[in-house]
């Protein structure tokens, strides 16, 4: 069975710019979240999706948005990139309602925002 | 408030030794998860291990045990015989709610490094 998948592994954009990343569930998994780790930060919560539904947001600016199609893969959009974005982005999946316990993660995406 | 505290930054262990990875959290839910993950170099987060709030039995996954004080909110893994290979980046995380609801949000410690030594 295929782990979660994260595209690109690495990317390196100029600040003003805006970026996709695109994550790829577990087969039959609903459920997709999204995390940011930084140095500083660690790893904050960002928003998650549940059939093409965002059931949960974290403390983020608008800059950051996602969206999550009926094949139940997601995709996250930051815009505007600022040098503080630079971060690794994690994206985790799970079965969905009343069902697992925990969120499988992918190897996530490094952004690099010069 | 820190909803989940690790205080060890850093710990270091002797191969086949086993070690203790602490972790403390705050809640005022009566359900809860709580979680550890593994994050080797590579960046993904691998889950070892699961303690559900109402669970009476310490969790265990071959290597890995949780040793859960509800009590004291204490959640601190226990990896014995320590391998080379399980050096690495530890996080303890919860998740508040019931397991199955509709707020899954984890939230993570800022993690121990974990070096084990030949």
């Known amino acids: 069975k295929a782990g979660v998948t994260q595209t690109p592994r690495y990317l390196i954009k100029t600040r003003g710019q805006q970026v996709t990343l695109s994550c790829s569930p577990i087969?039959?998994?609903?459920?997709v979240s999204w995390y940011q780790q930084t140095p500083g930060q660690g790893l904050q919560f960002l928003f998650e999706?549940?059939?093409?539904?965002?059931?949960n947001k974290g403390n983020f600016p608008g800059r950051f948005s996602g969206r999550q199609f009926s094949n139940s893969r997601s995709e996250m959009n930051v815009s505007t990139l600022e040098l503080g974005d630079s971060a690794l982005y994690l994206c985790?999946?799970?079965?969905?309602?009343?069902?697992?316990?925990?969120?499988?993660f992918g190897q996530g995406t490094r952004l690099t925002v010069v | 408030a820190q909803k989940i505290t690790q205080t060890q930054p850093g710990m270091f262990v002797q191969e086949k030794e086993a070690v203790t990875l602490d972790c403390t959290y705050d809640?005022?839910?009566?359900?809860?998860?709580l979680f550890w993950y593994k994050q080797p170099s590579s960046g993904e987060m691998i889950f070892l291990i699961y303690?559900?709030?109402?669970?009476?039995q310490n969790a265990t996954e071959g290597r890995y045990s949780l040793n859960f004080q509800k009590a004291r909110k204490s959640a601190n893994l226990v990896i014995s015989a320590s391998q080379l290979g399980d050096s690495a980046m530890y996080f303890c995380?919860?998740?508040?709610?019931?397991?199955?609801?509709?707020?899954?949000?984890?939230?993570f410690g800022k993690g121990t490094l974990l070096t084990v030594n030949p």
């Open positions: 303690q559900g709030s109402y669970d009476e």
């Open positions: 809640t005022s839910d009566q359900s809860y998860g």
């Open positions: 995380a919860m998740r508040e709610g019931r397991s199955g609801g509709s707020n899954y949000k984890l939230t």
């Open positions: 985790a999946s799970r079965p969905g309602q009343a069902s697992g316990t925990e969120a499988f």
């Open positions: 087969s039959g998994h609903r459920s």
């Open positions: 999706y549940f059939s093409e539904t965002q059931r």
